[in-house]
């Protein structure tokens, strides 16, 4: 049984940051690829972040490129986003994701996931 407990959201002004941690327990993920997707209401599921088992690669979607950073700490089974320069389009429940490969996370290779934090970024 894998869980996937997601913390750090809340409400932040424009240009503000927030770190999005992520515990894992219940089985070792380190030798799986872990990432971040979003839901916002209209629109479709988004993954905006993945790294690799070992932390070597990183992906991440062209909206948060350059704002948004990915790490992992395997002997923490812990992974974190933080967000910078946030704007409101961030605004979303953020889940955590195991993906099904060592390399990264789509949206078709997503196994487990948490049960979301919500991120709100005013105007």
């Known amino acids: 049984q894998v869980q996937l407990v997601e913390s750090g959201g809340g409400l932040v002004q424009a240009g503000g940051s927030l770190r999005l941690s992520c515990a894992a327990s219940?089985?070792?993920?380190?030798?799986?690829?872990m990432g971040w997707f979003r839901r916002s209401p209209g629109k479709e599921r988004e993954v905006v972040a993945a790294?690799?088992?070992?932390?070597?690669?990183?992906y991440y979607a062209d909206s948060v490129k350059g704002r948004f950073t990915i790490s992992r700490d395997n002997a923490e089974a812990t992974v974190y986003l933080q967000m910078n320069s946030l704007k409101p389009e961030d605004t979303a429940v953020y889940y955590c994701?195991?993906?099904?490969?060592?390399?990264?996370?789509?949206?078709?290779?997503?196994?487990?996931w948490g049960q979301g934090t919500q991120v709100t970024v005013s105007s």
């Open positions: 790294i690799s088992w070992s932390g070597g690669s990183t």
């Open positions: 994701a195991a993906s099904r490969t060592t390399t990264t996370l789509t949206p078709d290779s997503i196994w487990h």
């Open positions: 219940g089985r070792t993920l380190s030798s799986v690829a």
